[in-house]
């Protein structure tokens, strides 16, 4: 089930909000309506969400948005997946961004991000096998947990980090040695099962492309590494079909068509 949303409140630390830099919320509890829900956590919080539907569809990919948006930010985006692919779409909110109460830390947004899974598992009664994974940026880091925990139908990881630190490192050099290490990607790599796409571009600024070679470099299982020129960090995936779309369409089959025989 799904609840009224709350407002959030609360602040976090100079060093949290480096790494977690949440914009100014881009929407409120009457956004969206009939799209933006609130699933239960499990220790009684409650997670935004936005729940997109496509009738018919076979798969449904559960989101989780780059570090400076929001739910509301993402929208846009979400919709023109949904669409394209012919998918369902759950986007997931992180404490402290948006409408979402709570601090953004690792344990928080991964606590958003079993909610998520359990609410698509256990409530919309959608197998673990009709499920993708798709995060962009920070949202690589919940995405490749979850994707140890379940074996899923695909993994999307774009502009991938192998872990906080090392991306610190990568911007204030030893300076990240007093950063806590969070969402080590690279580590949990080897552990994914799941086929896996990665996009990262080449002009990318904030994760450096290695990043995500690394990342590709570790996993096991069925992967396709893109590596577009011309793209950057926050270049959009529907700027050109061959940095995202086709990708998308080749590697995992999408839209899912089924034809009868005449």
């Not at 409140?9 to 409120?28: D, H, K, M, Q």
């Not at 499990?42 to 539907?53: E, H, S, T, Y």
């Not at 759950?90 to 830390?105: F, H, K, M, Q, R």
């Not at 995060?135 to 947990?145: A, E, F, K, M, N």
Request: charged share 15%; with cysteine.
């Amino acid at each position: 089930m799904w609840m009224v949303l709350n407002s959030p409140s609360g602040s976090w630390n100079p060093v949290e909000r480096l790494i977690f830099p949440a914009p100014t919320p881009s929407y409120t509890i009457e956004s969206f309506p009939g799209e933006l829900i609130q699933i239960p956590r499990r220790d009684g919080a409650q997670v935004p969400c936005l729940f997109l539907p496509f009738r018919h569809a076979r798969f449904l990919i559960i989101y989780f948005h780059a570090n400076a948006e929001d739910l509301g930010l993402s929208y846009t985006f979400c919709q023109v997946m949904r669409d394209l692919f012919q998918v369902h779409i759950l986007a997931v909110e992180y404490p402290g961004y948006g409408i979402c109460p709570g601090t953004p830390d690792e344990a928080g947004i991964m606590d958003n991000a079993r909610a998520a899974m359990d609410f698509a598992i256990n409530s919309l009664c959608w197998p673990a096998d009709g499920i993708k994974l798709f995060g962009r940026s920070l949202g690589t880091g919940p995405t490749t947990l979850l994707a140890t925990e379940y074996t899923v139908a695909g993994v999307i990881l774009i502009s991938p980090f192998t872990s906080i630190r090392a991306l610190f490192e990568n911007q204030v050099g030893r300076l990240a040695d007093f950063v806590e290490d969070r969402f080590r990607n690279l580590h949990l790599a080897p552990r994914i099962k799941s086929p896996t796409l990665i996009v990262h571009g080449m002009q990318d600024g904030l994760v450096p492309p290695d990043h995500g070679l690394k990342i590709y470099s570790a996993i096991t299982s069925r992967r396709m590494l893109v590596t577009p020129a011309a793209m950057g960090h926050n270049t959009s995936l529907l700027k050109d079909v061959g940095t995202f779309i086709l990708p998308m369409t080749h590697f995992f089959s999408l839209p899912d068509y089924t034809f009868e025989d005449i």
